[in-house]
């Protein structure tokens, strides 16, 4: 049987998330674990009058591909990948995974060379979502892997996950219309500003958002959502940001991230575990050195880290920094095949300050 809560998250999904129409080219990307859900998203679509269809990878495909690949295989851009990019309508991504350290043990040197390889469909990617000819989604599924990262039980993560994503409420839509109203004020009185400095245990660092936009991230993009963003003056990035929650990224943590940045670009980065990777994800390409996103996370139902960028970096009190890839819509220019985010805990002294003004205090906003 069903769970309901599966329906109401697809009707989130299909219609608010998504807001799949008559026609739409709809591709679902997935595992099998995640079949509850496909089921009744791909049920939705069908409702719709759109054309969906499934791009399903199985369990331990990247680990074959990234311990055996050639350096030809590594470079290899698939047309069909690049078709997709170019005509795809709308696209949801739903995470679940049977081992969410399959990865731990593979090249990070192969990794990123796999990733600059994708560097264009990347690109092409942010275009199109900034153009606004491809909507896109992410959101997880409850399955084990992720509830023992999260160091919860399945139906414990299950329920984590489902809230978070405001399927308890009466009307979901209606809540997460509720929290773009809210946001909304955010991005006004932030977007009035010029320049940014985070102060916290071990950072300080400042950088010019003039003439960026600020984005109302209410679900629309992740699910669940909760966080306002922009795309920092790329060239104006300085001082020292310590990371107070592992960073997770392509299947591996660094732990203990510092980055120190001078005129925009990661001069010195330092990790407790994970630093050779930290340093060869940096050198994936011309861009991954410089930030490519700056946020502060305001969903505040979400509160314990889990080791699931989807929902660490909107934890409620939070603030995240992506290196590499800006969203063009943000005004950010910044080109990458990667977008790292990283999250650092603001809740206890941690302050912002907006032309000198101090605007949000141990996790909140003062104004």
Known sequence: ????????????????????????????????????????????????????????????????????????????VSPIAEFTMENVDKLLSIRASSNTKGLTNTDPQKQAQARSARREIMQRFMERSAEGELMWCGTQFPCNASAQDAEMSLAEYEDFVLRACLVHRKDPIAAWKGVHRKQAKLCRMLGSHKKLRIVSEGTDISMSVEGRKWINSDGKHNMPSGEVFTGPVEDSVEGTISFSFPACYAGKEAHDVRLTFKEGKVVDAKASKGEDFLKATLDTDEGSRYVGEIAVGTNYSVQQFTKNTLFDEKIGGTIHMAVGASYPDSGGQNQSSVHWDMVNDMREGGKIYADGKLVYKDGEFVE
């Open 1 to 76: 049987m069903t769970d309901p809560r599966y329906v109401k998250l697809a009707g989130v999904l299909v219609h608010y998330c998504l807001e799949i129409e008559k026609g739409d080219l709809f591709q679902i990307n997935c595992s099998p674990l995640s079949a509850p859900l496909v089921r009744e998203v791909y049920r939705e679509a069908v409702r719709s009058g759109a054309h969906p269809f499934l791009r399903v990878s199985l369990p331990g495909l990247d680990e074959i591909f990234l311990k055996g690949a050639k350096k030809h295989q590594l470079k290899y």
